[in-house]
């Protein structure tokens, strides 16, 4: 079974920067696109940046210009650089990706666990 390995959460002060990383838990087949989510709380999760496997990214407007999304495809991991992070920047963050299932012959969706991020002074 599959695993999305979040890493690099924690707290920082506004301003500050932060590097997340995904990392699949074993060899994959195909990753299709990827994508970091967040969910802060009383809010709907939502996307924050996403990339496809020819590396294409969009990025939410709340982010844009501050965060840079970017994936090495040889080591089946997925990073969000921040900087300049707001205290509104506070949430679970999440990574998401299409994998493929050999088994299945199909891409399905995975979820990582979920790593903190506080921004607060």
């Known amino acids: 079974q599959v695993q999305l390995v979040e890493s690099g959460g924690g707290l920082v002060q506004p301003g500050g920067s932060l590097r997340l990383s995904c990392a699949a838990s074993k060899s994959i087949f195909s990753i299709n696109s990827m994508g970091w989510y967040r969910q802060a709380p009383g809010k709907q999760r939502e996307l924050v940046a996403s990339?496809?496997?020819?590396?294409?990214?969009n990025y939410a407007d709340a982010v844009r210009g501050r965060f840079a999304i970017s994936r090495d495809n040889a080591k089946n991991t997925m990073y969000l650089q921040m900087n300049n992070l707001k205290p509104e920047d506070t949430a679970v963050y999440s990574c998401n990706a299409q994998i493929y299932v050999l088994s299945s012959s199909a891409y399905r969706n995975y979820w990582g666990q979920g790593t903190q991020v506080t921004v607060s002074s």
């Open positions: 990339i496809t496997s020819g590396g294409r990214t």
